[in-house]
């Protein structure tokens, strides 16, 4: 495992299981990662488009099949990651598998490496720009016969008439999962699911994206869960379906031992508020269909957020500040809309709360993270002294970041990113209603104290 400190449009972490021929990685932005096979050596090139590596070059020799990992700058905005194979071994691309957890997470599956009879010439493997068909192209189309549920319900089948090549990501433009299919076009007699109350999924749209791709749009229903995309055959793409387990059910182990209240919280009255009616965005991140991170025993950062987030503006609203939530409960948003809710309710400040994560074999890392763009300095560090008071979390710093919701936003903005889901200490912290009222608690304090002294009180 490698990790650098996270910060906006940057490569976080990364891991290889040899054992599993996985690699798996974590960016601190949305990315849609772009693969090739290419030969003399064999090698899968993955490059990350608007990520940037931020560390000298990589390079980690491997023993087995796969030789090595390298990783670059290739060019100003794109991160490169060269996946060589041992002399002589060779894979079928079209059983290399992308799955998106979220837009920041990837897993990348490789099939095992077998022994080749000839050089493989290069072969994309991953979203490309498509192109116009030639004729003789035209007859190598497959045709999209059926989307349907199997009979348990518990996975979606994508029945094609000819061999396919699939991408799956979340489109957070949609608040949909995306599965584009190539090449391929809709039959004029596709058959889509029987969706009823009750089933798996509440919405399905299949779309003719250009000449050769089709996409397939899913909505889950609440409490379902999408897990992994597979191609048990040249013609056949399935999407697993599960039920989610809720954030209690899913933490029901006992928290380690710590010092969960702080006595001073109980006994000190929140800062009283600056005089008039101040409008505070609170927005919780993720929600809906993204849960965002996913950590130790299945915690999902949208529950975490979104319970911090109604308890912020709780004590806020009893502070005389009218707080606003970008989102009260489980739907998911876009980005541009969080933003256009504090811009059009004229608010005093904006803040955005996440939770972090890295691979779940880096239990080790933990702690606090405070971003601010612009002019959200003073009430980053404000807010980020409280937390760190009140709570006990430990502390990885206040950073300047780019992130989309500070960039777009003309007031005080901040993303509070609480503590890591896949931490050993802050995912027991986080699964911890008293601690989540705690951890509210403080980032209210910060934001009344940084308007007490932004209204000179």
Known sequence: MVAAPAKAARLESWRFNASQNQLEITTDEGVQPKAQLVSDPTRLVIDLPGIVLGRP?????????????????????TTRIVMELAPGYTLEPSQIKFRGITDRRWLIKLPTPQLASTSTPPIVVAPKVPTAPSRSAESEIAAIESVELNGSSNQLMIQASK??????????????????????QLSNSV???????????????????????????????????LGQVNQPSQRLVTLELQRARSLQSATTAAPRAMNVFNPAVAT????????????????????????????????QEKGIVLDIGNQVAVSLQRQGIQALLTRADDRDLDLDPRVQMAEQSNAAVFVSIHANSISLSRPDVNGLETYYYDSGRGLAQTIHQNVLQLTGVGDRGVRKARFYVLRKTSMPSVLVEVGFVTGRDDASRLS??????????AIARGILQYLQQAAGL
């Open 57 to 77: 070059v990589i390079n980690e020799s491997m023993s087995g099949t796969v030789r090595s990992v390298r990783i670059g700058q290739f060019d100003r905005n």
């Open 163 to 184: 061999p396919i090549r699939y991408t799956s990501r979340w489109d957070r433009s949609l608040a949909l999962y995306r599965i584009e299919i190539s090449p391929a």
């Open 191 to 225: 058959k889509g699911p029987q969706l009823g109350s009750g089933g798996p999924i509440s919405r399905v749209k299949l779309r003719q994206e250009n000449s050769q791709t089709v996409a397939v749009l899913i909505q889950p229903a609440t409490g379902v869960e």
């Open 268 to 299: 000190t009255q929140l800062p009283r508020s600056p005089n008039g009616r101040m409008v505070v965005i609170i927005d919780p991140g993720h929600g809906g269909p993204d849960p965002g991170a996913i950590g130790i025993n299945g915690l």
């Open 432 to 441: 911890n209603p008293a601690y989540r009222t705690q951890m509210a608690d």
